[in-house]
Nanobody, 123 residues
């Protein structure tokens, strides 16, 4: 069983920054591809970033590329999402996800999920 716990969410003004963390326990973290997704009220979860188990090949959608950076520290069993130049439209619940097989932009491809952390960007 793999457990993921997100932290670092909160309220920030537009143009500000936040760093989300996702601590992983239960299995060998270094073997998992990791992703970040977000969910707006009443909407499906959408892809934000992903990184391979090696730490390379980061993936981003156009909406966050250049503003968000995913990274991982395998020694700390943690994946991070650094967010800068935040906009009110980034307001959402952010989830981290893990999968031992796929590096993917698709929700259905991830086996394990955290409970989410709220990010609110005020204008």
């Amino acid at each position: 069983q793999v457990q993921l716990v997100e932290s670092g969410g909160g309220l920030v003004q537009a143009g500000g920054s936040l760093r989300l963390s996702c601590a992983v326990s239960g299995r060998t973290f270094s073997g998992y591809n990791m992703g970040w997704f977000r969910q707006f009220p009443g909407k499906e979860r959408e892809f934000v970033a992903a990184v391979s188990w090696r730490g390379g090949s980061p993936l981003y959608p156009d909406s966050v590329r250049g503003r968000f950076t995913i990274s991982r520290d395998n020694a700390k069993n943690t994946v991070y999402l650094q967010m800068i130049s935040l906009k009110p439209e980034d307001t959402a619940v952010y989830y981290c996800a893990a999968d031992p097989v796929r590096l993917s932009k698709t929700v259905q491809d991830y086996r394990y999920w955290g409970q989410g952390t709220q990010v609110t960007v005020s204008s």
